[in-house]
């Protein structure tokens, strides 16, 4: 099988995966509260990754990379995985799967307006346009294409998808900082 293929498959996977996430969430939290469910997630995930980085020979290098900046690290994981996941849960508890769904993916048009002042960037008037066309189709979302009585079936949870796209953007931002982990993939 050729590499085009292969990256094909790939993306084809990580498009059939990503699809049933919103199902997944809300058939999960049918049997876990937010908390239990972020608490089963990381744990599968610190397993999971440690066993591949025992397999590529790479635990002593994750050792030695989270010695050298601790509390980096365990910022960086208060706000995600923790608290982004804790507050996406419980607005996916909250709404609709696919409402909560389609919220929280606005951290692609939340990012650059983050990005922007964070970073010292400018943003040209075309990012503005569409992010507030894109912002106009979160409210319509939100309202459930009910524009004219301005009421949301539960403002708590679109409050807290929202939320989630902050904290998802501001984890990718503060790790832009984080140089050790080009270091260590290259390894």
Known sequence: MNRSTLAYLYG???VCLWSTVATA???ALNHFSPLQLV???VITSITSLSLILAYQGKIGLLCSQFNQRPLFYLQTGLLNPFLYYLVLFKAYDLLPAQQALSLNYTWAVLLPL???????QKLRTTDILAASIAYAGVFIIATGGN???FTFDSP???LLALASTLFW???WIINTKDKAILSLACY
């Open 169 to 171: 953007c501001l984890y």
């Open 12 to 14: 084809f996977a990580a």
């Open 25 to 27: 969430f809300k058939l």
């Open 147 to 149: 524009l004219a009585s």
């Open 39 to 41: 608490f089963v997630a």
């Open 114 to 120: 983050v990005a922007a002042p964070l970073l010292k």
């Open 156 to 158: 708590m949870g679109i």
